[in-house]
């Protein structure tokens, strides 16, 4: 496969482009490019540039709206309420973020539900900016059916991802972020793409059994929980989290999806937020930190989350490579924008 190799300001530019030119409003751009050049640095790049052409087709079928105003409100003393305007929740959840770190603080926890959002991207640029703040957060959202529950033929839970961020004293925060099932769709979709199977099974095939074959999958639309019933167990705790708390679509009601062609459901999110100084121990930094040794050069073990900053090193310096053909398609959308 051929390559070209991308700085970050190359890739934010290029992201920037399709997006304004898919009517993007210029503050909402500017949230979202800065997420596909995260994820193109950091990993993972199935949400980077890939994920581009469904931005843009979301909003060309009218599904989603590219000029979203949200609108944040304080419902209790550690509680805010979003709706997104029709919009990505990135956006709304840049906006939220400040008055949630106050209230965290104020109160030594405090949420944000928000609804009435698209969400697509990686989870982890949700979190991340809470711990860099000095705190704990944890973030959920739910997202179009595709996740089969154990023991069952049919999907009910969308790939409902979770993502957990913590400050760790002298170092970049611990960042992790993960799908309740084998594996995210991108990654399913940029395998096929690819024309090669998946290292493991991540779904249903043609005959009803677990395969590896990208194709077969798409075709079922039928992923796998990780872990069997336990993956399970916790795509239910997101739906239950995301769409029920928040007030969003459930992962099943997908008939105004179908009908737009898009790739996600309106679910809904939420994310909380814990002030460790708050608590009680005045130690919580030496906790994390003895953790992190424990893990840390024990065989080749690391902290969850913690690959991401060679990848983030090696991208700051060197830029991404980008297959030839991907790059072509995408230089061909923003200029048809």
Known sequence: METTTLTLDEVRSLAKAILTGAGMNDAGSDVLADLVCKSERDGPRSHGLRMLPVYAQSFDSGYANPDAQPKIEQIAPGVLRGDGDNGYY?????????QLIDMARSNGIAAF???????????????????????????????????????????????????FACPRE?????????????????????????????????GLGLDGQP???????????????????????????????????????LSVDNAEREAHGALNVKGGATLIAIDPSKFGNATFNEYVNRICAEIDGNGEAR?????????????VADGVTVSTELLSQLRDLAGAS
């Open 113 to 163: 539900s928000c609804a009435n959002t698209h969400h697509l991207g990686a989870l982890r640029f949700d979190t991340e900016p809470l711990a860099e703040a000095g705190l704990v957060a944890l973030g959920v959202v739910n997202s179009l059916s595709m996740v089969v529950p154990h023991g069952g033929n049919k999907p009910v839970f969308g790939t409902n991802p979770m993502s």
């Open 90 to 98: 990135q956006i709304i959840g840049a906006k939220a973020r400040a």
């Open 211 to 249: 395969t590896q074959d990208p194709n077969e999958i798409l075709e079922t639309k039928s992923l796998l929980p990780f872990g069997a019933h336990k993956g399970s167990a916790i795509a239910l705790l997101i739906e239950i989290l995301g769409a029920a708390l928040a007030g969003g679509t």
């Open 303 to 315: 902290v969850p989350g913690d690959g991401r900053l060679n990848k983030r090193a090696s991208a």
């Open 170 to 202: 002298g170092q970049a925060p611990i960042v992790w972020d993960q799908a309740s099932s084998v594996i995210a769709l991108m990654d399913v979709r940029m395998a096929a793409a690819e024309g090669h199977d998946l290292p493991l099974a991540g």
